[in-house]
Nanobody
Framework: QVQLVESGGGLVQAGGSLRLTCVAS????????MGWYRQAPGKQRELVATITSDRSTNYADSVKGRFTISRDNARNTVYLQMNSRKPEDTAVYYC?????????WGQGTQVTVSS
């Protein structure tokens, strides 16, 4: 069974930094497109950033210039470096992997930004 395990969430003050980590198991990590999504209370889940198997990246407009997604295929890990945090970044952050019709999600990690 595929597993995506997120970590690194927590409470951070506005303007601070945080790095989320997602470790994948039981997939051929290097061929999967990976992504981070988030869901704030009362809102739909939204894309934060994605990185393809060939390392092309895409970001939501709201995080461009502040967040960086990266991957380490040797460690089956995808990262989300979050700088200059804002209170509106508060959400549960989910890791996602995709390859053709296969689509997997982690359990999520809570990130709270205090003003």
């Amino acid at each position: 069974q595929v597993q995506l395990v997120e970590s690194g969430g927590g409470l951070v003050q506005a303007g601070g930094s945080l790095r989320l980590t997602c470790v994948a198991s039981r997939i051929i990590f290097s061929i999967n497109d990976m992504g981070w999504y988030r869901q704030a209370p009362g809102k739909q889940r939204e894309l934060v950033a994605t990185i393809t198997s060939d390392r092309s990246t895409n970001y939501a407009d709201s995080v461009k210039g502040r967040f960086t997604i990266s991957r380490d295929n040797a460690r089956n890990t995808v990262y989300l470096q979050m700088n200059s945090r804002k209170p509106e970044d508060t959400a549960v952050y989910y890791c996602n992997s995709r390859y053709r019709s296969a689509d997997y999600w982690g359990q999520g990690t809570q990130v709270t930004v205090s003003s």
